[in-house]
């Protein structure tokens, strides 16, 4: 909101946002509440990215996010609704986060609700000191998430106010050192001698963070874990409701948003952006923001720093997240989320080296990431290359 204020108020766009993800139309929706005018360029002809929702041969599906979290009073959605001038979000709550399925058959779902402690108790009677660790936690870092701190200043005045708002979260919180090592070791060194527990915190870590408890830092292992207690919503029609808003307020505020617009070449003129588009839309502004992968920026802008340039490789190794959707059910539900390894860990020797197990609960058996959902009637075809697109995060 800084940079906002300072963005001088022309005739001409003054921000265009290249890409229309849930990112770039939350950037572009506040951006233009606050009265600075905005040009959204989406490449595809929907807005949310991989939180849109899309028809397809007369069904609706949810490209990529499903259930959505950040809604509870004062968390980070309320925040974006203010500066977005959005007064009411197209949710319900959902008291359901998660459902674990372990492989003794226990179904664990895991509810916001205070029923918790007396589940972890009689389920996994040594996980209290964790799940104390991780609440706790996890709150100190919302608490100091939502003070909005700029995590890379770019300016002394940035700095100062980065440096203030830290230091009054350090006094009024008083955090332990142990956050500190938090940040280098692991969540797995914070987890009790229990495998099954140990299976039981991977499976959620996979869905929420990607990776297994030995590879998550425990500081972010705390805040994923955290998700049923922060206002976990299901977006009504729809993960792309979100993104509809958010459109319809860019709109409202006389901000644009063009679609089938994928912009091929960006150009820093002295002053000035130069935005050109596939179907040769060309605009000028004076600042960009890109809701792009940093590959994907360097990919349209020849003259790159190499700070940018030198991140352009994809992550050698990581998970990828999917979405299965029986062919009986018209809606998608959280439950037919899955995660499978990719890049070079991908393969049957990773996953058992894991010992996972990705299970679909809607049809109650394994679904295997990877197996052809062509063999399986329940499954279209079509939507079998949807699910293969699920990108990776
Ligand atoms: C299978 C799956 C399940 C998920 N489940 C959840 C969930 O349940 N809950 C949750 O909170 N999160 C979930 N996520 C994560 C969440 O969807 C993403 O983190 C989020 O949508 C990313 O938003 P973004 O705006 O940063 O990027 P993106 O959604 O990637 O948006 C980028 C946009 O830029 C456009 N674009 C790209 N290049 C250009 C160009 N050159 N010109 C113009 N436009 C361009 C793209 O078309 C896209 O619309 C899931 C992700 C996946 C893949």
Redesign the pocket.
């Given at each position: 909101m800084t940079l906002v204020a300072s963005i001088p108020r022309t005739t001409e766009p003054s921000v265009i946002v290249?890409?229309?993800?849930?990112?770039?139309l939350a950037a572009a929706a506040a951006i233009a509440n606050a009265g600075v005018s905005v040009i959204v360029?989406?490449?595809?002809v929907y807005?949310?990215?991989?939180?849109?929702t899309f028809r397809h041969r007369g069904r609706w599906y949810d490209a990529?996010?499903?259930?959505?979290?950040g809604f509870a009073p004062g968390g980070p959605m309320q925040l974006l609704g203010r500066a977005a001038g959005i007064r009411h979000w197209p949710v319900r709550p959902t008291e359901l986060a998660l459902t674990v399925y372990l492989e003794d058959g226990t179904v664990v779902a895991r509810v916001a609700r205070d029923a918790r402690w007396d589940f972890y108790r009689s389920a996994f009677p040594t996980s209290l000191p964790f799940w104390h660790w991780q609440e706790a936690t996890a709150a100190l870092l919302w608490d100091f998430a939502l003070r909005l701190p700029e995590i890379q200043p770019r300016s002394w005045a940035s700095l100062r106010e980065t440096l203030s708002v830290t230091g009054e979260w350090l006094l009024r919180s008083r955090p332990s050192p142990q956050l500190l090592l938090d940040l280098l070791r692991p969540v797995a060194r914070r987890l009790p001698e229990d495998p099954r527990f140990r299976r039981f915190v991977d499976a959620q870590l996979l869905i929420a963070a990607q990776a297994t408890a030995d590879e998550v830092y425990a500081l972010y292992g705390a805040a994923a874990l955290d998700l049923p207690n922060r206002g976990v919503v299901e977006p009504a029609g729809g993960a792309g409701a979100i993104a509809r808003t958010l459109v319809d307020a860019v709109r409202r505020h006389s901000g644009t948003v063009h679609f089938r617009?994928?912009?091929?070449e960006i150009e820093r003129t002295q002053r000035t952006w130069r935005v050109r588009t596939q179907r040769g839309l060309e605009l000028a502004a004076t600042h960009v923001v890109a809701?792009?992968t940093p590959w994907?920026l360097a990919r349209?802008w020849n003259d790159a720093p190499a700070a940018l340039r030198r991140r352009t490789e994809r992550p050698p190794a990581g998970w990828s997240?999917?979405?299965t959707v029986p062919q009986s059910r018209r809606q998608p539900h959280?439950g037919d989320?899955g995660v499978a390894p990719s890049g070079p860990r991908a393969g049957t020797a990773r996953r058992r080296e894991l010992g996972l197990r990705l299970v679909e609960p809607g049809l109650g058996r394994d679904a295997r990431p990877g197996r052809s959902a062509r063999r399986d009637p329940e499954h279209p075809h079509d939507l079998h290359q949807l699910v293969e697109a699920?990108?990776n995060?």
């Open positions: 290249i890409g229309g993800g849930i990112g770039g360029l989406e490449a595809h807005p949310g990215g991989c939180a849109a990529g996010a499903t259930l959505l979290a617009q994928e912009v091929v809701d792009l994907a349209l997240a999917f979405l959280a989320h699920g990108a995060r």
